[in-house]
T-cell receptor
């Protein structure tokens, strides 16, 4: 089955700096890679996703890159703000599959 | 956007009792919903896949007689934790796949068994 690894587990940055979270996956059949933000006591919220036919996607301060050959994808948050503080999860979904596999999460703290 | 409404957000129950958690898709039909369990500071663990009109598919190690799933309509899936024990205390989250959107999650249910 698919195995998704995520690093780092915790990340602290100064407000205004950039934050990068990296994930690797094992199943070459995976073709959908979403990123979720989870605030304390709430369900995950989709913030950005990328499909395997695209190498990079950007939405304002958030961007995701995908390297299919190396089987890794990354989340980039620029100009971080305190409200970006949360736990972020990456995930991978095999082609044609309904379920997907989560990374272990990154607790991001943005220091004002 | 596609919304999944999950209730209750918090529930406290006594050991031995059963608790039902509901997930409703508000503006779309969900033929498939997924139920996850999350321990503190841990990732989401898929428990089962709920299929409208048929039996749920459980992941290895998940007791289907303990975690009863019913998906009787295209907009409602329920998870019932039967004969709950303190070790069942956890955060339970549902999600549904939305065409052209991806997956959307409910807001989660914090279950505490005392």
């Amino acid at each position: 089955g698919e195995n998704v690894e995520q690093h780092p587990s915790t990340l602290s940055v100064q407000e205004g700096d950039s934050a990068v979270i990296k994930c690797t996956y094992s199943d070459s059949a995976s073709n959908y890679f979403p990123w979720y933000k989870q605030e304390l006591g709430k369900g995950p919220q989709l913030i950005i996703d990328i499909r395997s036919n695209v190498g990079e996607k950007k939405d304002q301060r958030i961007a995701v890159t995908l390297n299919k050959t190396a089987k890794h994808f990354s989340l980039h948050i620029t100009e971080t703000q305190p409200e970006d503080s949360a736990v972020y999860f990456c995930a991978a979904s095999p082609q044609g599959g309904n379920q997907f596999y989560f990374g272990t999460g990154t607790s991001l703290t943005v220091i004002p | 956007g596609a919304v999944v409404s999950q209730h209750p957000s918090r529930v406290i129950c006594k050991s031995g009792t059963s608790v039902k958690i509901e997930c409703r898709s508000l503006d779309f039909q969900a033929t498939t919903m997924f139920w996850y369990r999350q321990f503190p500071k841990k990732s989401l663990m898929l428990m089962a896949t709920s299929n409208e009109g048929s039996k749920a598919t459980y992941e290895q190690g998940v007791e289907k007689d303990k975690f009863l799933i019913n998906h009787a309509s295209l907009t409602l899936s329920t998870l019932t934790v039967t004969s709950a024990h303190p070790e069942d205390s956890s955060f339970y989250i549902c999600s549904a796949r939305v065409e052209s959107y991806g997956y959307t999650f409910g807001s989660g249910t914090r279950l505490t068994v005392v």
